[in-house]
């Protein structure tokens, strides 16, 4: 059978198939239908300074190959996930990938600082940006350079050793301008793409289908904009390593990812239509390898041929 | 809960308006209770992704085959239309038994079904259990008119007292569920309330229920996207205890100027997952007037209980708002 370990950042991993942040939750529920030590991690839901209560209902439509979504990061805090989901994670032998989220750079840097003294047995640190910047207007931090350099090396600073990466918006002009804002600012891998912007309108109400009105899109929908992501990302910065996600459903899909440049991939939305996709996935790359004679998942990333 | 392919054992219609399949799932026949719900897959390829839930209509553990669970369903959208092309034989996705049923009574009991539309499902299958286990079931069934009522010649059947009510008065006297209400607990001596149906009805039955003292389980109609608890869209605002550490903490820090004003309460208010903490609560729990958001006619087949119109009123039914594209 096909190895399936990978080298992600320096850490040995399973298989390079983890599960994506904000649909697997802290790993409760998913662990009914999936053996967390089978993942190659789990992407724990953001978690905050204090706890959020999120957003009003409804928080999301189906839209078409995909869903939109306005959760408002609903979570229980760093606290709750140091004592409670961590132990817990650690002791059913899962890699964990915490992710952070925030309002003010000072936030990012304050739960870094409790990741520091109480994140002992953390694989690597998601950093969530998609969250507006109460100190600019409310724009994304992902959404712009100075933002995005100005969360990673206030995280870096906090967690001098901790593996960082952040997850980057594709609603922007250039992802790789970020991208690069983002290494410059001390990432050591990034995670492609966070969901894209989106709206959906129910004309019988004449009224937005999200209480929160704008929402994020995720789904097979997406898949296109993210594998194009991450193969710009790969080519500009072949060494960095990218954990693909956007729509991932099926072992061809994650193959697209591993490709076009992804060192990993992460099951998404997938997660709630088929609760142990990521499993299928995993099954379905190492059945490719097989037949396509691959000792190793690492042979194929970036194999994309797009000359000749 | 798990994961099934269940095979179509047979599909009916009640009356002109609802479907009805009967799929052979033995394991989730088995472990299913009323007021819990199926997550079904409505199709092939990735047009429309998710899973519809239903709550489950009626389980039949005896006879031929191991374990069958029927749903029932009205045309909705995409999903609801695939499963209506449904014939026996073919394969269904489930995923299953998902969420927390309605709890029994513990010694013999007065119960009151109070159903509206399809979100009287979950109260025949409650009946049948009720009824095995002793207690007196008396049923109020509404809808807006005859056709949406989901079959009222069962309900008289297994109720010792049955009302049928219709607003347009097509069908049993004409109204809505609460303007009989009232006098049904006094001449039924009811000791607990079971309901389902759209928010405000849910809403009502609660307020009438309370003020009599009795308690009342709603079984909540929230879109869902998951159904197991990670996608936190299902959510209903809901009145709970804050821990008691907590207490003590945030009475210690007394002083604090930032601290929310609804701390100085043993009640907080947090967003409950439908899915896992629900889809039946305590109706004096549930903080209504947060609920009333419309939900577009196309996403309400994404609402378990059956596919009641989720927070419309009954008005807002499907024949007036068929759903797009089908």
């Known amino acids: 059978m096909a190895d399936l370990s990978i080298k992600l950042a320096g850490h040995e991993l399973r298989t390079p198939v983890l599960v994506a942040s904000g649909t697997f939750g802290a790993g409760r529920e998913g662990s009914l239908f999936v053996p967390l030590n089978q993942l190659g991690g789990i992407i724990v839901k953001s978690t905050t300074l204090t706890p959020w209560k999120g957003k009003p209902t409804p928080r999301m439509c189906e839209t078409p190959s995909g869903m939109l979504n306005a959760i408002g990061i609903q979570n229980k805090g760093i606290d709750h996930f140091i004592s409670t989901d961590l132990p817990w994670l650690l002791k059913k032998d899962a890699a964990v990938f915490a992710s952070i989220a925030g309002n003010t750079v000072d936030e990012y840097v304050k739960i870094a600082d409790k990741l520091r003294t109480g994140g002992r047995g953390i694989t690597g640190v998601e950093i969530n940006i998609s969250c507006p910047n109460l100190e600019d207007r409310n724009n994304m931090f992902s959404h712009s350079t100075e933002s995005t350099a100005a969360v990673v090396a206030a995280v870096r600073k906090a967690l001098p050793k901790a593996t960082l990466f952040p997850k980057l918006s594709p609603n922007v ?3 790789t301008e970020i991208a690069g804002a983002a290494i410059e600012a001390g990432a050591d891998g990034l995670s492609l793409i966070n969901t894209l912007f989106g709206m959906a309108i129910d004309v019988e109400h004449r009224r937005p289908k999200l209480a929160g009105v704008t929402g994020g899109l995720s789904g097979p929908a997406i898949r296109p904009v993210a594998v194009r992501a991450v193969w710009e990302i790969h080519n500009e910065w072949p060494h960095i390593p990218i954990i693909g996600q956007g729509g991932i459903s099926n072992a061809e899909d994650a193959l697209e990812f591993i490709l076009a440049g992804a060192s990993a991939i992460a099951v998404g939305t997938a997660n709630f239509v088929n609760p142990r996709a990521s499993l299928d996935v995993t099954k379905g790359i190492s059945e490719y390898m097989d037949s396509n004679h691959v000792a190793s998942v690492t042979e194929l990333v970036g194999a994309v041929k797009t000359e000749g | ?3 099934a392919r269940g095979e179509v054992l047979g599909h009916k219609k009640y009356g002109e308006h609802y479907h009805s399949l009967t799929i052979v799932a033995p394991e989730i026949g088995e472990k299913i209770e009323p007021g819990q719900f199926v997550h079904v897959r409505c199709g092939e390829g990735s047009a429309h992704i998710l899973r519809r839930p239903f709550s489950v ?12 669970i029927e749903i029932v369903f009205d045309i909705r959208g995409a999903g609801t239309e695939y499963l209506s092309r449904l014939r026996p034989h073919m394969i269904v996705d489930l995923v299953g038994p998902l969420g927390r049923g309605f709890a029994l009574p513990k ?13 009287a499902a979950p109260l025949f299958f409650l009946a049948d259990d009720l009824r095995n286990e002793g207690h007196r079931v008396d049923v109020i069934l509404g809808a807006r008119s005859n056709r949406m009522l989901l079959n ?3 309900v008289r059947r297994l109720a010792s007292v049955a009302r049928v009510v219709t607003e347009d008065g097509s069908t049993g006297e004409q109204g809505r569920v609460t303007d009989v209400l009232e006098e049904t607990i006094d001449r039924c001596d009811t000791e607990i309330i079971y309901t389902c149906g759209p928010h405000p009805m849910l809403e009502a039955v609660t307020k009438i229920g309370v003020d009599h003292k009795l308690p009342v389980q709603v079984a909540v109609e929230e879109l869902m996207a998951c159904g197991y608890g990670v996608c936190m869209t299902c959510v209903i605002p809901l009145k709970v205890k804050k821990p008691s550490k907590d207490r003590g903490r945030r009475r210690r820090a007394g002083g604090n100027a930032n601290a929310p004003k609804e701390d100085e309460s043993d009640e907080e208010v947090t967003y409950a997952r439908s899915c896992t903490e629900g889809p039946v609560f305590n109706g004096a729990s549930v903080v209504w007037n947060g609920t009333a958001e419309p939900v577009a006619p196309d996403q309400a087949e994404l609402s378990p209980g059956g596919l009641a119109v989720a927070h419309g009123s009954l008005e807002d039914s499907a024949d007036e708002h068929p759903p797009p594209g089908n």
């Open chain 2, 152 to 154: 009222p010649i069962e």
């Open chain 2, 57 to 68: 209509y009626r389980v039949h553990k005896r006879g031929g085959w191991a374990s069958t």
């Open chain 1, 173 to 175: 002009t250039s992802i």
């Open chain 2, 1 to 3: 809960m798990l994961l």
């Open chain 2, 107 to 119: 010694g013999r009991a007065h119960c009151l079904l109070v159903g509206g539309g399809i979100g």
